[in-house]
């Protein structure tokens, strides 16, 4: 389901950078964020010194002391103050210039939430066992909202304001997923745009192990469970 856009000016947005220990992606990764953007890096109880070296390159740096993906990426959203909120791995598998053109899209109006759909780049850029489950969890969501995504990635835009409105609850691995089931249920436009996937730099958190792995299935399978929520308009809209 690509998009193709439009929008010929590049919005300003701030990118929120989830971190646990990426001292050795970070350099790479906040040299490819947009010009003019703000970067924001939440550290999640690094202990590399992910922190300063992010705080040295030029980042706002929050510290999130609950461990868990959704309470960092919660905690980048509530430090946001652009109009347009972007999120992006941290650990150089996803490039955050592929956000400027899809931060444009949702801008002009072509979408309310934009993913980027990853198509994996080189040998060990996707393990077999991640992308098997990437794609029985698309099914779940397309029985459960309708909505024909391929990819849950986490390279995604949407309007600040309205992401605040779908009162996410989740602070674990469930959360981009809780994100895109909210926003189904409120009636937002979901699209995705195909985007490279690159090898990523040190090990997976979540993926990476099998106790990790086994958390986010049973993270996402209760944000699935969770009945629908109230509507929450998308940016734009103007609520009954």
């Known amino acids: 389901m690509g998009v193709t856009s439009s929008a010929s000016a590049t919005p300003v947005a701030d990118v929120v950078l989830p971190c646990l220990d990426e001292a050795e992606a970070l350099p790479w990764v906040l040299a490819r964020v947009p010009a003019g ?33 959704g309470a960092a990426c919660h905690a980048g959203l509530l430090a946001a103050r652009a109009d347009l909120v972007c999120f992006c791995d941290c650990d150089a598998s996803l490039d955050p210039g592929l956000l400027a053109p899809m931060a444009a899209q ?27 489950g990437n794609l029985a969890l698309a099914r779940m ?28 609850t989740d602070r674990r691995s469930g959360y981009p997923l809780q994100m895109v089931v909210r926003a ?17 730099s040190g090990k997976s958190k979540v993926t ?17 469970a969770e009945p629908p929520a109230r509507r929450t308009p998308a940016a734009g809209e103007v609520s009954a």
Do not use: K
Request: net charge positive; no cysteine; charged share 25%.
């Open 141 to 168: 969501l397309r029985r459960r909202t309708g909505l024909r995504l391929h990819d849950l990635g986490p390279l995604r835009v949407a309007h600040r304001e309205a992401l605040l409105g779908l009162a996410l």
């Open 184 to 200: 189904a249920d409120a009636g937002w436009r979901v699209a995705e745009t195909d985007v490279p996937y690159l090898p990523r």
């Open 106 to 132: 949702v801008a002009a109006g072509e979408t309310d939430l934009l993913l980027g759909r990853r198509r994996p780049q080189g040998r060990g850029a996707w393990p077999a066992h991640a992308r098997a």
């Open 37 to 69: 953007w703000g970067a924001i890096v939440v550290d999640n109880g690094s202990t590399d010194g992910s922190a300063e070296i992010a705080r040295g390159l030029g980042a706002t740096v929050v510290h999130e002391s609950r461990r868990g993906f």
């Open 208 to 224: 990476g192990t099998w106790r990790g792995t086994w958390q986010a299935v049973r993270d996402m399978r209760r944000v699935l």
